[in-house]
């Protein structure tokens, strides 16, 4: 790391990586650079990220709390069991969250898998951001979402094929049996393929985020070079995981990858989105993230743009304090849909 | 040789498991004459909501259950108190100054209780049900389905166990789930009776006791839109008709305070209470 901020700020994302890594992106370069980062303290980041979810957020606080949790939701279905009715519902549901209050925000993107694109973009009509601030996103899984397991065209096919539908944002999964085997060029080079696959004829490209499946990556060290490798290639976004194995988001993971964010921004001044997925089911651990980003990175890291909470069963439970807070009294299972 | 004493610090009964208040509070009870008994949690109005959150993921097993499965499980219940009826008479006698003779009749009348009550499991459809005639070729049934949530304020006087299974009983029967507001002053027989429930057949979160103040938690119970039944058997000195009021507001079924020695008497009122009443058309065989 020693090239200067205002030089780097310049560089393009390869001319960047090439830079900081010094030399191309081999695996031998890779394994010098990733390796000889920090090591995490479990101990210290653990006792860190339950020091920040015990911080108390009352009234006025809980109930901004509440209306960004919203705003930051990526609304997700991912079920071998989706069909177009289901997305239409889910995009619904995307707008107005709350059909009995309109003064309720709405989430952030949709998240579906590829086929399911053009529904849901259909389904949200003119309420699509399709490229700008307003709206609604349409967020698609691709590369071989879980498992990640196919050849590389396939991959860029899926990709391709999601974008040209008018996915807005992709979610890639890294190949995470290369990357526990040391064969860290190959999901660099990987990664730098999709980010191209992203571009649309138009110029414009889909926002990339990185699925680095924290579940499948052992210890703290490794999301940490998971998360430094997905930033170089490019991702714009760095995701925990898919949701589709046990062990999905939890907040010393998410911790150490704002920690990331955090130093990337340092280094470079670009900035990075995070987003945990999977397992946060209830507005009390979603606003303990929203601790953890503000007191890690900025607040200003808690916009659409820069933070996401991938999520389905989350929404309601949040829509039932939101209730709560605007009713005075515990609102149930029977005000909100279900999905 | 003089041994120090082990007071207790008795906690919430929620979901199958003994936390302590959320709000960290505790309470003292006395005995009778005024002395010091036991430390019980003072439980809040989030105490209140996990409650009913864990009576809720309740509910679906336990009203799942076959009738014939249900007056099992509360016919154990009845078993394992008389296992420890030394435990629940020296409580009572301690809580509320009666003879050792009074308590061991208030625990045979609880034990007979549950025994009359999980009888009722299995039978209580045929007598409230009904298959109506209809001037057409369908079977049109009616069936008693149990309300879902029933939040229960139980007596605050009168005996301490035999008031809290008279109310909570009769809830359970039809596959209700409860969440009960036990004796403010006189809770051991709540807790205790929570223990037994614990080590029975009894699916967690199908009853869950709250110690504390009922004037604190009533109001938040009573206006909770998931809790979907109220019995405010013990709620004659608060002031209930606002809490039926709240409870209107979300379409919550009420049951008024009772008092008297009679409070909560077996009935199987106090059953057809908490259940709702589904009708079904069938069709008849056209063979």
């Known amino acids: ?339 | 040789m003089t041994r120090l004493a082990v007071p207790k610090t008795y906690k919430l009964y929620l979901g199958g498991t003994f936390p302590r208040s959320e709000s960290g509070r505790v309470y003292e009870i006395r005995s009778h004459d005024g002395e010091f008994l036991a430390n019980a949690a003072k439980a809040s109005r989030k105490d209140a909501r996990d409650a009913v959150v864990a009576a809720r993921s309740a509910l679906g097993g336990w009203a799942g259950a076959t009738a014939y499965n249900r007056g099992q499980v509360l016919y154990r219940i009845a078993e394992l108190l008389e296992g420890r009826r030394a435990q629940f008479m020296a409580e009572i006698v301690q809580a509320e100054g009666v003879t050792p003779a009074a308590a061991s009749a208030q625990v045979d009348e609880a034990i007979d209780r549950w025994v009359w009550y999980a009888g009722w499991a299995d039978k209580y459809l045929q007598v409230a049900g009904n298959a109506n005639p209809v001037s057409g070729p369908y079977f049109n049934l009616s069936v008693p389905d149990p309300t879902g949530v029933v939040a229960i304020i139980a007596p605050q006087t009168g005996g301490s166990l035999l008031g809290l299974v008279s109310a909570v009983a009769p809830a359970l029967v039809s596959g209700n789930t409860v969440v009960v507001i036990a004796n403010e002053t006189m809770p051991l027989s709540a807790i205790s009776l929570g223990e037994v429930l614990a080590t029975s057949d009894v699916p967690g979160g199908v009853v869950n006791v709250l110690t504390g103040s009922p004037a604190e938690m009533a109001p938040w119970l009573a206006s909770h839109a998931d809790v979907n039944a109220l019995d405010l058997v013990g709620a004659g000195d608060l002031d209930w008709v606002h809490l039926e009021i709240d409870a209107a507001e979300t379409l919550t079924r009420v049951l008024q305070p009772e008092n008297g020695p009679d409070a909560a008497s077996p009935s199987l009122a106090r059953i057809l209470a908490f259940t709702e009443t589904k009708t079904i058309w069938h069709t008849k065989g056209l063979i």
């Open chain 1, 1 to 339: 790391m020693t090239a200067s901020h205002s030089v780097l700020a310049q560089l393009n994302t390869g001319e960047r990586a090439v830079a900081l890594i010094g030399g191309d992106a081999t695996d031998a370069n890779l394994r010098r650079y990733l390796h000889g980062i920090p090591g995490i303290d479990a101990v210290g980041l653990e006792q860190r990220a339950a020091a920040l979810g015990t911080r108390s957020i009352k009234t006025s606080s809980k109930k901004w709390a509440i209306d960004k949790i919203i705003s930051l939701i990526d609304l997700t279905t991912l079920e071998g069991a989706d069909t177009p009715g289901k997305v239409r519902s889910l995009v619904g549901k995307a707008l107005t969250p709350d059909p009995g209050d309109p003064s309720c925000p709405r989430v952030a993107a949709v998240c579906v898998y590829g086929d399911m694109v053009p529904h849901a973009v259909a389904a949200l009509g003119s309420a699509h951001s399709a490229g700008t601030d307003a709206g609604v996103n349409v967020a698609a899984v691709a590369t071989a979402f879980p498992s990640g397991r196919a050849s590389l065209a396939v991959k860029l096919a899926d990709v391709r094929d999601a974008v040209e539908a008018g996915a807005d944002e992709i979610d890639m999964v890294i190949d995470r049996g290369a990357f526990l085997s040391g064969r860290f060029a190959q999901v660099y080079d990987e990664i730098v393929a999709v980010k191209h696959s992203c571009r649309r004829a138009d110029g414009s490209a889909a926002h990339l985020k990185v699925i680095l499946e924290t579940g499948e990556l052992s210890t703290y060290d490794n999301v940490r070079r998971a998360s430094w490798l997905a930033i170089l290639a490019g991702a714009d976004f760095i995701k925990t995981s898919t949701g589709k194995v046990p062990v999905a988001a939890t907040l010393p993971v998410t911790l150490s990858m704002l920690e990331v964010v955090r130093d990337w921004h340092r280094l470079t001044g670009a900035k990075i989105g995070v987003k945990p997925a999977g397992g946060i089911r209830t507005s009390k651990d979603a606003t303990k993230y929203l601790v953890t980003v503000a007191e890690t990175v900025v607040e200003e890291w808690l916009t659409p743009g820069l933070f996401r909470f991938g999520a389905s069963s989350l929404l309601n439970d949040v829509l039932m304090q939101r209730q709560k807070v605007t009713s005075g009294h515990y609102s149930g299972p029977d005000y909100v849909t279900m999905d």
